[in-house]
């Protein structure tokens, strides 16, 4: 490749068509600029301008030859920025966009498996219901989407991998009233005040359908729940008094159940989740390699 000084000299010289005002530009002086322009024709094995006593014009080869040398000075930068970042961040930071049901269940042990192969990898993980989040996965705002993937339109360029499902949970304090009643419905559970993250259409849906699905099974959803929030340390907490139903992933509520401070509601049907992944078909790192594969352990 054209050693960056030669290229540096002739778009220099292009610009200005001065040899005196480039070595000016270039902080070198008139021979060091000759001598780089030289390399440069060199190189190309082209004649890339028309010389006279005060001024140089590119020659046809030399204008041909533009667009391809600011294509390359381009990359350069490029290479140059991605260099700069990559002593300020370590080897790389891996962008993951997760639903709340996913955290422990997959994020976790996949986080573990990785981290033992590339223990400098950076991770950020970025917790919501995301609405559209393939749309935030091909605008580059994620590596790996994770999550409740219910809009699910042709996506282009995007591989969507679909999880092993696992039933959903619901808990409540060990004092709860619940508990006292016998295993229930989800009619039973909207019975008392209910917590959970944002819920999608998918289980919208679901909690209609399990409700009978009529008009007033559609109202009593539309309520639910009454206290939503993204973050399970909030909704954990939420269980420390016998007041509120948390739904979500049984290894959430792993450690409340072991202490015995809650228990599992026991019920007569099953809702199961449906989990996920997702990333662009292209393009992908190593560390997005590993992830996946990771998660691949867990697929249907």
């Known amino acids: 490749m054209m050693n960056e000084n030669a290229l540096t000299a002739f778009l220099a010289l292009a610009e200005t068509g001065s040899f005196q ?59 140059a920025t991605r260099v700069s970042d990559l002593r300020e961040t370590g080897p790389g930071t891996l962008l993951i966009g997760c639903g709340p049901l996913t955290t422990r269940t997959l ?41 409740d993937l219910t809009y699910t339109p042709e996506a282009e360029a995007v591989e969507i991998m679909v999880m092993e499902k696992q039933t959903t949970q619901f808990v409540a304090h060990r004092d709860h009233e619940i508990h006292q009643r016998g295993p229930q419905t989800m009619a039973g559970i909207f019975d008392y005040p209910f917590a959970s993250p944002h819920l999608h259409k998918h289980w919208k849906a679901a909690l209609t359908k399990a409700l009978g699905g009529g008009a007033e099974a ?60 997702a990333r662009k078909s292209q393009n992908t790192s190593a560390a997005v390699e590993l992830f996946w594969n990771e998660l691949a352990k867990y697929r249907v």
């Open 218 to 277: 559609v109202e009593k959803v539309n309520a639910q729940p009454q206290l939503e929030c993204d973050d399970y340390n909030l909704l954990t907490g939420l269980l420390a008094e016998p007041e509120f139903i948390v739904g979500g992933m049984p290894d959430t509520f792993a450690e409340l159940i072991r202490a015995k401070t809650a228990k599992p509601v026991s019920m007569k049907q099953n809702l199961t989740w449906n989990i996920c992944a």
């Open 21 to 79: 005002n480039a070595a000016r530009a270039m902080g070198v002086s008139n021979a060091s600029l000759s001598r780089y322009v030289g390399q440069a024709e060199k190189h190309t094995g082209l004649v890339l301008f028309h010389r006279s006593r005060n001024s140089s014009t590119l020659t046809r080869a030399g204008q041909a030859f533009l667009p391809i040398a600011q294509a390359l000075r381009e990359d350069l930068d490029r290479y």
């Open 107 to 147: 994020i976790l042990p996949v986080l573990g498996a990785v981290r033992q192969s590339m223990p400098d990898l950076r991770f950020r993980i970025l917790v919501s219901a995301y609405a559209r989040p393939l749309d935030l996965l091909q605008a580059g705002e994620f590596d790996v989407f994770l999550g």
